[in-house]
């Protein structure tokens, strides 16, 4: 146990200073800190991006993608650039408000992402999210998860997407 408290305090001093010696950072990091836990374990680099940008001071891709990256070596998780028509995205191991409050100085340690906690993510997607079930083929089903408040723009792209998946 002594060993993962003294991991966790160098996590913690690292954070600190790249809290202090980067406005980049300090962007993402007081972002995260004001956000309400919820266990997501993966969040996109558009997603942070549109999320920071509202803040003063602006932040480009390229920041982000490096802060992304030194979260990455101080082990908050890791860094994946996408690929294939996969998005840029940052997997947490740890809470990503509790990375974003030690910064800040608002807490001491930073909190692991367990299997339960990651089990979170899919309770709090539910809230907003509907499951749907369609019997494809005979004794074959598909099941969809979709926001509870779909629009109709949004289904007709959906169909669309499906419509360019058959393999001939």
């Known amino acids: 146990m002594a060993e993962t408290d003294g991991a966790n305090i160098q996590q913690v001093r ?16 007081d972002y ?3 956000k309400s836990p919820n266990g997501r374990l993966t969040t996109t680099v558009d997603e942070l991006l549109l999320e920071i940008q509202r803040a ?13 990256r030194e979260l990455d070596m101080i082990g908050c998780g890791q860094y994946i650039v996408g690929r294939h028509g996969h998005p840029s995205r940052f997997l947490w191991s740890v809470e990503m408000v509790s990375v974003g409050a030690a910064a800040a100085r608002k807490r001491d340690e930073i909190i692991a992402l367990t299997e339960d906690t990651s089990d979170e993510d899919d309770r709090d997607e539910g809230k907003s999210m509907k499951r749907h079930v369609y019997n494809l083929r005979h004794e074959l089903a598909v099941e969809l998860q979709l926001p509870s408040d779909l629009t109709p723009a949004e289904a007709s792209r959906l169909a669309k997407f499906i419509e360019t998946l058959p393999i001939v």
């Open 14 to 29: 690292k954070l600190r200073k790249l809290y202090r010696e980067d406005p980049a950072a300090r962007s993402l990091l």
């Open 56 to 68: 003063p001071g602006g932040v480009s891709r390229a920041q982000l993608t490096e802060v992304l």
């Open 32 to 34: 995260l800190a004001g």
